[in-house]
Nanobody, 121 residues
Framework: QVQLVESGGGLAQAGGSLRLSCAASGNIFRINAMGWYRQAPGKQRELVAAITSGGLSNYADSVKGRFTIARDNAKNTVYLQMSRLKPEDTALYYC???????????????WGQGTLVTVSS
């Protein structure tokens, strides 16, 4: 079984910081892109940031300059450092990974269970 386990959400004040972590485990041969999405109440899920296995990253315009995505390939873990948080960053944050599994070898997209980030004004 393969899975993503997230941690690090919580409550922060506007202007503060939080760090999210997401670790992949199980029958994984390779992880290609990893990323973070978020969904605020009444809104669609949106991409926050993504990073390739080689370290190339991209960000939503709304978080550029405030959020940083990073990954540790040896640990199959992706991080999201969130700084200068705003109330509009409040959402459920989901980790995503494009994996290739072992035995059988197949592409499998994984989603974490979601971690809540609440930013108070």
């Amino acid at each position: 079984q393969v899975q993503l386990v997230e941690s690090g959400g919580g409550l922060a004040q506007a202007g503060g910081s939080l760090r999210l972590s997401c670790a992949a485990s199980g029958n994984i041969f390779r992880i290609n892109a990893m990323g973070w999405y978020r969904q605020a109440p009444g809104k669609q899920r949106e991409l926050v940031a993504a990073i390739t296995s080689g370290g190339l990253s991209n960000y939503a315009d709304s978080v550029k300059g405030r959020f940083t995505i990073a990954r540790d390939n040896a640990k199959n873990t992706v991080y999201l450092q969130m700084s200068r948080l705003k109330p509009e960053d409040t959402a459920l944050y989901y980790c995503n990974a494009e994996t290739v599994t072992r035995s059988p070898v197949r592409n499998l997209e994984l989603w974490g269970q979601g971690t809540l980030v609440t930013v108070s004004s």
